[in-house]
């Protein structure tokens, strides 16, 4: 992404496993290493392959809306006015999650063609 402006425009999609918990909180599933070495090394310890993050109700809200059928903008609008009132800068602070997500690789970004999504 260039600029914030090109990373509105851009639909997230999920790339990680999640989960939610019965308050509708989200826990993005994670990979602790791609190496088949180190894998062998947490199997060796009995150590889990995978950690959890827990996401805020607003990062939860998020994930959920990065379905692959909105852009980043579209995701603002709808988080204000969920959150109307209890949110600040929900456009500035939306568009950093979805950038360090993308940075951690939990999320790709698309931009809509007349042929369809490309990356």
């Given at each position: 992404?260039?600029?914030?402006?090109?990373?509105?425009?851009?639909?997230?999609?999920?790339?990680?496993?999640y989960e939610e918990?019965?308050?509708?909180?989200?826990?993005?599933?994670?990979?602790?290493?791609?190496?088949?070495?180190?894998?062998?090394?947490?199997?060796?310890?009995?150590?889990?392959?995978?950690?959890?993050?827990?996401?805020?109700?607003?990062?939860?809200?998020?994930?959920?809306?990065?379905?692959?059928?909105?852009?980043?903008?579209?995701?603002?609008?709808?988080?204000?006015?969920?959150?109307?009132?209890?949110?600040?800068?929900?456009?500035?602070?939306?568009?950093?999650?979805?950038?360090?997500?993308?940075?951690?690789?939990?999320?790709?970004?698309?931009?809509?063609?007349?042929?369809?999504?490309?990356?």
């Amino acid at each position: 992404m260039k600029n914030s402006q090109d990373l509105l425009n851009a639909i997230p999609v999920r790339t990680v496993e999640y989960e939610e918990d019965e308050n509708s909180s989200v826990f993005l599933i994670n990979q602790k290493s791609k190496s088949p070495f180190i894998n062998r090394i947490l199997d060796l310890f009995q150590s889990p392959r995978y950690f959890r993050v827990k996401l805020d109700n607003y990062g939860s809200r998020c994930w959920k809306l990065a379905d692959g059928s909105r852009t980043v903008l579209e995701i603002c609008r709808a988080l204000e006015k969920e959150f109307a009132g209890q949110i600040e800068q929900a456009e500035s602070r939306t568009v950093l999650f979805f950038y360090q997500l993308f940075k951690a690789g939990q999320i790709k970004f698309y931009k809509k063609t007349e042929e369809g999504m490309n990356e």
